[in-house]
């Protein structure tokens, strides 16, 4: 499985990015899917997950009411709508997809990571 995130940039305080990563591969949609970021000096955080579905989903409390996550099954896609973005949320966001929501909030049991896309959010 390959996972391929994009959409990342600068933007302002404030401000709207919306992130998307691409799974190829021996992809099951059956995998549910996740976002985490690094910022500078930090370890990796957990930061919104859906179920298969995309009925279920979970957020670090540092960002819920801010991003909504959502997948399309029929593009093997992830997406992570940012919106009031802080520079808090200044990072390299990663998709990630594993079998359990609970291990995938807690950063563990990930099958697959992609590559990830930069996000930088000025004062």
């Known amino acids: 499985v390959q996972l391929q995130a994009s959409g990342g940039g600068l933007v302002q305080a404030g401000g709207s990015l919306r992130l998307s990563c691409a799974a190829s591969?021996?992809?099951?949609?059956?995998?549910?899917m996740g976002w985490f970021r690094q910022a500078p000096g930090k370890e990796r955080e957990f930061v919104a997950a859906?179920?298969?579905?995309?009925?279920?989903?979970r957020y670090a409390d540092s960002v819920r009411e801010r991003f909504t996550i959502a997948r399309d099954n029929a593009k093997n896609m992830v997406y992570l709508q940012m919106n009031s973005l802080k520079p808090d949320d200044t990072a390299v966001y990663y998709c990630?997809?594993?079998?359990?929501?609970?291990?995938?909030?807690?950063?563990?049991?990930?099958?697959?990571w992609g590559k990830g896309t930069l996000v930088t959010v000025s004062s």
């Open positions: 990630a997809v594993g079998w359990s929501m609970v291990a995938m909030t807690a950063g563990i049991n990930i099958d697959y």
């Open positions: 591969g021996r992809f099951d949609t059956k995998y549910n």
């Open positions: 859906v179920n298969w579905s995309g009925a279920g989903t």
